[in-house]
C-alpha cells in the first residue's frame, strides 16, 4: 500500500494545490489525513486537496512524491477513481452497501448544483426547509428510518414531479418545480440482491426546497410514513447521522 501525492502545481481560490492518493484503499488514505488533521472537507471523492504549504508536511509523514501522470495512473489502476462532472463534489464512496431488502450496491455521494440525466434517474428527495431555517424530517414505515421527504419515481412522471409529489404525499406541504433546486445526488452500482430498478437507472436525485412560513402545519396524505416534524439542523443530525446519505446531507446543509 501506498499513499502518493503529485507536486503543488493545480491553481484554485488564489493558491496551488496537490493531490494526495491512496493506490489501494479509502481507508487507509482517510486514516491519513486524519493523522495530519487534514480535514474531511478537503476530500474530493478519491482524493485529499492539499494546498501548498502543507506538501512538505504530507512528504515528511510518508506520502511518496510523483508525478501528476503517475499519480492519475496509479489511482486507475486503483479501481478507485471517483468519475465525476466538472463542477460536481465527491463526498463519499460507500463499498458494498447492504440494505435489508438483501441488495448490495456500491453507493457514491456527490454534491452538486446540476440535475443528472432524467433518464438516469429512479427516486428524489428533498431537504425541505422552512423561513426559520427548520428542516422537515420524515420517519418511514418501510424502512423504519428518519429521513426527508422522497421516494420512486412513477411511470409518466419527471424527476421534479416525483419530488413534489413525495412532498405532498409525506408532508402535506406544497412546493413548485421552480422551488427545487438541485444539490446532489447519490450514484448506485447494483453488486447482488434484488434491484428493482430499470437497466441504466442508477441515480437518485436531491433537491432542496424552502417554504414561506416558520414550521406551517405537517399533514400527509398517505400512510407511508408514521411520524414527521419540524426539527434543528441539529436534531435532524440527532435523527439521521447514521444513515449512509448523511455525508451528502451534512455537506449540503452546512455548506
Known amino acids: 500500500m501506498a499513499l ?5 502545481a493545480w491553481g484554485a481560490h488564489g493558491r496551488l494545490w496537490s493531490h494526495l492518493i491512496s493506490d489501494t484503499s479509502l481507508a487507509e488514505l482517510h486514516d491519513f489525513a486524519r493523522a495530519l488533521g487534514i480535514p474531511r472537507r478537503a476530500f474530493e471523492g478519491d482524493h485529499y486537496d492539499i494546498p501548498e504549504e502543507r506538501y512538505a508536511a504530507v512528504l515528511a509523514a510518508g506520502a511518496a512524491p510523483v508525478p501528476g501522470r503517475d499519480l492519475l495512473a496509479a489511482l486507475s489502476r486503483s479501481g478507485l477513481r471517483f468519475p465525476k ?17 438483501g441488495t448490495v450496491a456500491d453507493v457514491d455521494l456527490v454534491a452538486s448544483p446540476r440535475e443528472m440525466d432524467e433518464r438516469r434517474v429512479f427516486a428524489a428527495m428533498v431537504f ?3 423561513a426559520g431555517g427548520d428542516l422537515v424530517a420524515v420517519h418511514s414505515v418501510r424502512r423504519d428510518q428518519w429521513g426527508s421527504p422522497g421516494g420512486w419515481r412513477e411511470a409518466g412522471e419527471s424527476v421534479r414531479e416525483n419530488a413534489i ?4 404525499e409525506e408532508t402535506g406541504l406544497s412546493v413548485t418545480t421552480d422551488e427545487l433546486s438541485p444539490c446532489g ?3 448506485w452500482r447494483h ?7 430499470r437497466p441504466g437507472q442508477d441515480v437518485l436525485q436531491t433537491f432542496r426546497a424552502t417554504v414561506a412560513s416558520v414550521r406551517p402545519t405537517l399533514a400527509p396524505s398517505l400512510d407511508d410514513t408514521d411520524d414527521r416534524r419540524w426539527v434543528t439542523l ?3 443530525e440527532t435523527l439521521c ?11 449540503v446543509l452546512r455548506g
Not at 447521522?241 to 455537506?251: G, I, K, M, Q
Open 4 to 8: 502518493l501525492i503529485d507536486p503543488p
Open 85 to 101: 462532472r466538472k463542477g460536481d463534489k465527491g463526498i463519499e464512496r460507500l463499498i458494498g452497501l447492504t440494505l435489508p431488502s
Open 128 to 130: 425541505l426547509s422552512d
Open 165 to 168: 409529489r413525495e412532498v405532498s
Open 185 to 187: 445526488y447519490e450514484r
Open 191 to 197: 453488486v447482488s440482491g434484488p434491484w428493482p430498478n
Open 234 to 236: 441539529r436534531e435532524f
Open 241 to 251: 447521522s447514521a444513515e449512509f446519505w448523511w455525508p451528502l446531507a451534512d455537506r
